[in-house]
Every structure is written in C-alpha cells, then in structure tokens.
C-alpha cells in the first residue's frame, strides 16, 4: 500500500539538502519572451486555459507530498503549494469517454506524460506553483509543474503547459522511448515495461556474446555462460544476469540501470566508459558476485547494493578486494552502509569474506 511518508521498495532517501534534477534541465529557451498559460483542452464541455495571475489566484492548497523517483532516490513530505488538478477539471466538466489525460511540457522535445484520469482522480495531482513557500525554481519545473503524489516521479510533468483530455492512452516521453513502465507505482515497482524482444531474438544475441549498442528491456540470462560478452554502449536497464558467467565481460558506457548481477561471476569485467560515457549501474545488485580485478572507474553506482541491508534476501556479500576499482565519488554516492562495506572490502588482500546468509 502506498504509505505517506515511508520508503517503498528498493528506494533511499537523497541527502536532506538535496533535491537531485532528473531529465531536462530547462523549459524551451526559444520561448522566454511568451507568457505562460496553461490550457486544459481536449474532451471536455469547454476548453479553458490559466494565466500564472490567474492560477495564482485559485484557491491554493498547501501539501507535503513523497518523491520517488525510478533512479531510486526519495525524498519525503516535500512541502509543496499550489491548485488541485481536479480544481481545473471541475472548470472544464470532463465529456463521458474521456478516460486519459496526457500532460505537455513547454520543453524543447515537448516533453510529456499521461495519467488515467480515473488514477488522476483518485492521486490528486497537485498543479505546482510554489515549493517551501517560494515560487518553483526553474530547474524543478518552475513557473508550473504537476506534482502527481503515488507513482514515479516521470509521471510528474516539469513546466507545465498543456492537459489533453483523450479517450486513448498517449504514451508519454519516458514511457515509450525509454521502457519505463506505464503504471509507474512505485509500491509495487512499476519500473519498467517487460521484454521488448523475443526470448528467440535475445537468445541469438547472446550466443554471438555481443550486445554492444543493443537496447534490450529486462534482457533474461540468469546462470548463462557469457564470459567476454561485449556489451559496450548497451541499454540493458532491468537485465537479469543473475549467476551468470561474465568474466572479462565489457560494459563499458553501458546503462544497466537496476541491472541483477547477483551471485554473477564478473572476474576482470570492465564497467569504464565508452566515448566520454560512463557505465549507469544505478540500482543494480551485486550481491554475491565475484567482482574482483572488475574496473568500475568513471561508473555512477547511486543505489547500488554489494551487501545484505537487512538480511532478508538470501544473498550474502559481494566478493571484492584491491584489484576491484571503484572511484571515491562513486563511493560517497552508496549508503552508509554500503560505503563501510566497499571501503573495508577494497582495503583487504585476496579472497574477501563472502557470508552467505
Ligand atoms: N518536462 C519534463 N518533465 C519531466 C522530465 C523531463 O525530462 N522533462 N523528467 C521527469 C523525470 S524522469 C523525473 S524523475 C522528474 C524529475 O524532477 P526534478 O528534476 O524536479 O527532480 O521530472 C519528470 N518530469
Ligand atoms: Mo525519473
């Protein structure tokens, strides 16, 4: 169940004085000079559209809502201001089919999300103008933003412009170019959508051992033999690699974000990066793999876990020593935790304990 203020699964929280920026960084530059409206159009008895004055001048609500973002961090009971989305629905008087709603950035890519409006009745989105009692900052989706409490933070729209009431489902940004899941409940781990190729198609690949430059979803090869797999520039966020044989494997400048790497065999494996790229191993877990002699330098590992946290999973630690590399600021990006665990496992010489749990 979807608890206010507690952590759901495989979450942690950011530093109390940070609030990370994900995605775009800025509302489209080319239209500085315009006002800002936001519209609400589509199937509905009639179209309306806000000034900031005039949304501004709505009854405002003040709320602490929970963030969690799909990248693992979240921040909990931020103090956000602004007006009911279900405010601007009641204005509008939504026509009997419509069933969806798709929030539209003001961005360069016109950005943008979609929600069932029976979810959107239910979540009560808040349309953001203010945060700790200043207006939104402009990195944050500043001057207006959707804050949509109860799922992944993409489905939060950053400046927003435009609400189509639709019959049919538009899938937004994220969701369709790159696999997140449509759902998005972050109680229940709506990640990312399931494979998007067939387990024929996968299988070939592997056999040849070269993902490199692949974009494979929730790829499946637990306990395969994949050493020297080359998989340099890869997608393979949400890969299943558990118990597989990876030794001298390269992933470098690959995104394996929330990748399954436990109990895997990765001696020598290589998580450098590839034309100025880093390896995203954000999320993914270690647990009981062999990473020794493995190269993480220039890897983002935010979240990553290479030990128990609580001791209900059943795989122990990961195996790592002097030859393992992993950069200090990837390091300080680790719980605190983790941090204790890595720091004292790359100081030892050899074989490191590996207690299976
Ligand atoms: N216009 C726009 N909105 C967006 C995005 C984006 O790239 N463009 N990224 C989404 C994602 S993936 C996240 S996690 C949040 C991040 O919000 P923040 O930068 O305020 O933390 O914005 C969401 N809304
Ligand atoms: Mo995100």
């Known amino acids: 169940m979807a608890e206010q203020g507690s952590l759901p699964p495989?979450?942690?929280l950011a530093a109390p004085d940070k609030w990370p920026v994900v995605g775009e960084k800025t509302a489209d530059p080319h239209r500085h000079q315009e006002a800002w409206q936001v519209r609400l159009a589509g199937l509905v008895a009639t179209s309306c559209s806000w000034t900031l004055a005039e949304l501004a001048a709505l009854p405002q609500v003040s709320r602490r809502i929970d963030l969690h973002c799909v990248t693992r961090w979240s921040k909990l009971a931020m103090p956000f201001g602004g007006v009911p989305l279900r405010t601007l629905l009641d204005r509008c008087q939504p026509l009997p089919e419509a069933r969806y709603l798709s929030f539209i950035a003001r961005s360069a890519r016109g950005h943008s999300t979609s929600l069932a409006l029976a979810d959107a009745l239910t979540l009560d989105p808040l349309v953001v103008l203010r945060h700790q009692d200043q207006p939104l900052t402009p990195e944050h989706g500043g001057p207006v933003r959707i804050i949509v409490p109860g799922r992944y933070l993409y489905k939060s729209v950053k400046w927003l412009e435009e609400i189509q009431v639709l019959e049919d489902d538009q899938?937004?940004?994220w969701?369709?170019?790159?696999?997140y899941h449509?759902?998005?409940d972050p109680w229940k781990e709506q990640r990312y959508i399931?494979?998007?190729l067939s387990h024929t198609e996968a299988y070939a690949l592997l056999?040849?051992?070269?993902?490199s430059g692949r974009n494979v979803l929730g790829l499946r090869a637990e306990r395969q033999n994949l050493a020297g797999l080359q998989a340099r520039g890869a997608i393979l966020r949400d890969a299943h690699f558990a118990e597989a044989q990876l030794s001298n494997a390269c992933f470098d400048g690959a995104n394996l974000s929330n990748a399954h790497f436990e109990g895997a065999n990765l001696h020598g494996a290589s998580f450098r990066s590839f034309n100025g790229i880093g390896a995203d191993v954000e999320g993914a877990n270690f647990r009981g793999a062999d990473l020794r002699a493995v190269d993480f330098t220039a890897a983002s590992l935010f979240g990553v876990t290479f030990?128990?946290?609580d001791g209900s999973e059943s795989w122990g630690s990961a195996i790592m020593d002097h030859t393992t590399r992993i950069d200090e600021e990837a390091i300080e990006k680790l719980t605190p935790l983790q941090q204790d665990f890595v720091r004292k496992a790359l100081r030892s010489s050899g074989f490191y304990l590996n207690e299976k749990t």
Not at 175 to 179: H, I, L, Q, T, V
Not at 207 to 211: A, C
């Open 207 to 211: 056999q040849r051992r070269d993902l």
């Open 307 to 309: 030990c128990p946290e």
């Open 182 to 184: 449509n759902e998005a």
């Open 194 to 196: 399931v494979p998007n």
């Open 175 to 179: 969701e369709s170019e790159a696999g």
């Open 171 to 173: 899938l937004g940004y």
């Open 10 to 12: 495989h979450q942690q």
